[in-house]
C-alpha cells in the first residue's frame, strides 16, 4: 500500500514525457514544473518528466540581456535575438535525460552523468526570450561555440509558460555526438592549445 501511493506521487511529480521522432530526428517535451526570475534578471526553468519507465529532467537557464538583430532575408519585421544561456544539472534526472538521449540517438553506453553546467550562446528566433513570462519563445542553444566540432552543438530549446511545457528538439543528425560531448565532458583546453 505504502509503495503504490509513494509510486502513484513519483508519476505525478514527474507527467509522461512525449517522445517524437519524425522524420528520424529525436524530439523530447518534458513538463515546465517550475520557473524563478533570478537577481541578475535572467529566467530559471525547470523540467522534468517520465520516459521510458525513467524520470529525466534538467534545469534552462536564460540571462536578461538580448541583442536584436534583423534576419535580412525576411524582410523589417523579422529578427533574431542574441543573448547567453545554459544547461544544468538538477541531479540524477538529467543523468537520466543523457542516458536516454544518448540510447535514443544509437549509442550502446548505458549510464552517462551530466555536467553540472554546460554555458551556451543562445538565439531567440523571430522570438524574444526577455518575453518569456508573457509569449512562447522558441530558441537554439549553441554549446562550445569557440571548441573543435567534436564539441560544437546547436539543439532547440523552446520555452512556453502558458503551456507549461520545455521542448528539446534536435537540430540535426550530425550534432548528436558533439552533442552528447557537450552535455557530459569538459573540453580539453590543453589539448587543444598543443595542437
Not at 7 to 32: H, M, Q, W
Request: aromatic share 12%.
Amino acid at each position: 500500500m505504502i509503495w503504490n501511493l509513494m509510486s502513484l506521487s513519483c508519476a505525478r511529480n514527474y507527467p509522461k514525457a512525449v517522445l517524437d521522432t519524425e522524420g528520424g530526428f529525436v524530439n523530447i517535451d518534458l513538463s515546465l514544473y517550475k520557473h524563478e526570475s533570478l537577481p541578475s534578471g535572467g529566467f530559471r526553468f525547470y523540467a522534468r518528466g517520465s520516459l521510458e519507465k525513467k524520470q529525466i529532467g534538467f534545469i534552462i537557464e536564460i540571462s536578461k540581456d538580448w541583442k536584436q538583430k534583423r534576419i535580412e532575408d525576411l524582410g523589417e519585421e523579422a529578427y533574431c535575438y542574441w543573448g547567453s544561456g545554459s544547461f544544468q544539472s538538477s541531479g540524477k534526472d538529467t543523468d537520466n535525460f543523457v542516458s536516454l538521449l544518448s540510447s535514443l540517438y544509437g549509442n550502446k553506453n548505458k549510464k552517462l552523468k551530466a555536467l553540472e553546467r554546460i554555458d551556451a550562446d543562445v538565439v531567440g528566433l523571430l522570438d524574444n526570450p526577455a518575453l518569456v513570462e508573457s509569449e512562447p519563445v522558441k530558441m537554439k542553444f549553441f554549446f562550445n561555440a569557440d571548441e573543435d566540432e567534436e564539441f560544437y552543438s546547436e539543439v532547440f530549446i523552446n520555452v512556453d509558460l502558458q503551456k507549461k511545457t520545455i521542448e528539446f528538439h534536435e537540430k540535426d543528425m550530425d550534432y548528436r555526438q558533439p552533442l552528447m560531448r557537450s552535455l557530459t565532458e569538459k573540453p580539453n583546453k590543453e589539448l587543444k592549445a598543443t595542437r
